[in-house]
Structures are given as structure tokens and as C-alpha cells.
């Protein structure tokens, strides 16, 4: 019935080891997004993929990178996690209209040790 | 640039009060607009939207017009409950000139509700 997975649920990593994050999909929508939200904050958008082609948005750090191999599934990987980097990370999918919703998954906390 | 406005939180209210949250946007263009929400813990889930002006969304009832004169979607419940806690984000989408906005969506800064019993 889960439309938007999101493993793992909560994530503990130490500062400057890799880590990388999953999403998967069974909508099987165009765009999937990858937000990171701190403390009740707005979602604030990292990067989306349109199917295979990738848009970054300016002020993502060069820290986060992401990779899309199929239409189910999308990675988020911190090179060298810091310490202002623990926050919630969601996904989301949308058919990727003006007019199309977003449908988020339940997001993996990331703690940095 | 786009933009959303919401009325600053937190709000707390009793069990069985009225809800009013609200929401102005500016933005270039005609967008969609949308209500959110989250609970502890979890990612966010859509409650409404509408898509055009004069549009009304509903659900659980919750309420929201989307006013072009105001440039405004206030959301609106008459009587709270409890499960209704959570944080409400409301955010526009926009179709840029020479193609798809791929859905993208512009929030605005979130309102807590807390609602005792």
C-alpha cells in the first residue's frame, strides 16, 4: 500500500563518513525530489530528477549528490557528512505538472555523531 | 520572486474551536496552490488545493478558496480536534515560460496547531 519508501526510517552517522540515503516509488511518477527539513522548518528542495534528467538547485552544497538508475528509485548520498547536516531528509514524486500534487515519503532522520 | 506568507505560530486552541490559518502568496503567473500537513515524525501529506481561482478545496473538514484578488488561500476548519495537532504548510506550484515547473513547489514557513483537549 506504501507509495513513497523511504529506508532507512532513522540513520546515525559520524562526521565525514558517507552515507547514502534511499527512496523508491510504486506511483511510477516522473519527478522525484529530495528535501531536507530542519526542526519544523519549510522542506527546503535539494534537487529533483524529471525521469532521467537531474536539476540541482543553486545553493545545494556539493556535499549532497544523487542518483536516479530507474524510474522506482532515487539515492541521496552525503560525501562527508558535518555535524549542520543532521536534519529530516524526505522524498517525494510527482507527475510534475503546475497542477499535480506531491506525495511525500515518511522520511529517514539523520543524526551525525 | 514567488513567495509564500503564513500567519505566525503557534497556534493553540481548545477542542471544538474555530481554525483559521492564513496564507498569501505572490508569484508571476497563475499558480496552484496547496495545503499541507505534518505529523511528528512523519513526511508531509497533502490535505487540499485548488488549481484555479474562485477553486475551493476541501477535506476532513478542512477548507480553502483560492482568492486572485487577495492572492489568498486561507485554510479554515470549524471546529477542531485534538488529531488535528500537527504543522500546515501551505505552498504554490508554478509552469514556467518554456516549460514544465516539473511540480515544483514554493512553502511558506509553517504553522504549528496544538489543540487541547
Known amino acids: 500500500d506504501a507509495m513513497v519508501i523511504q529506508n532507512p526510517r532513522y540513520q546515525v552517522t559520524q562526521f565525514g563518513k558517507p552515507v547514502t540515503l534511499s527512496c523508491s516509488q510504486t506511483l511510477n511518477h516522473n519527478v522525484m525530489y529530495w528535501y531536507q527539513q530542519k526542526s519544523s522548518q519549510a522542506p527546503k528542495l535539494l534537487f529533483h530528477y524529471y525521469d532521467k534528467d537531474f536539476n540541482n538547485e543553486a545553493d545545494t552544497p556539493d556535499n549532497f549528490q544523487s542518483r536516479r538508475p530507474n524510474t522506482s528509485f532515487c539515492f541521496l548520498d552525503i560525501r562527508s557528512p558535518g555535524l549542520g547536516d543532521a536534519a529530516m531528509y524526505l522524498c517525494a514524486t510527482s507527475r510534475g505538472s503546475r497542477v499535480d500534487e506531491q506525495y511525500f515519503g515518511p522520511g529517514t532522520r539523520l543524526t551525525v555523531t | ?117
Open chain 2, 1 to 117: 520572486g514567488d513567495s509564500v506568507t503564513q500567519m505566525e505560530g503557534p497556534v493553540t486552541l481548545s477542542e471544538e474551536a474555530c481554525l483559521t490559518i492564513n496564507c498569501t502568496y505572490t508569484a508571476t503567473g497563475y499558480p496552484s496552490l496547496f495545503w499541507y500537513v505534518q505529523y511528528p515524525g512523519e513526511g508531509l501529506q497533502l490535505l487540499l488545493k485548488a488549481t484555479k481561482a474562485d477553486d475551493k478545496g476541501s477535506n476532513k473538514g478542512f477548507e480553502a478558496t483560492y482568492r486572485k484578488e487577495t492572492t489568498s488561500f486561507h485554510l479554515e476548519k470549524g471546529s477542531v480536534q485534538v488529531s488535528d495537532s500537527a504543522v500546515y504548510f501551505c505552498a504554490l506550484s508554478l509552469s514556467y515560460a518554456g516549460g514544465t515547473s516539473y511540480g515544483k513547489l514554493t512553502f511558506g514557513q509553517g504553522t504549528i496547531l496544538t489543540v487541547h483537549p
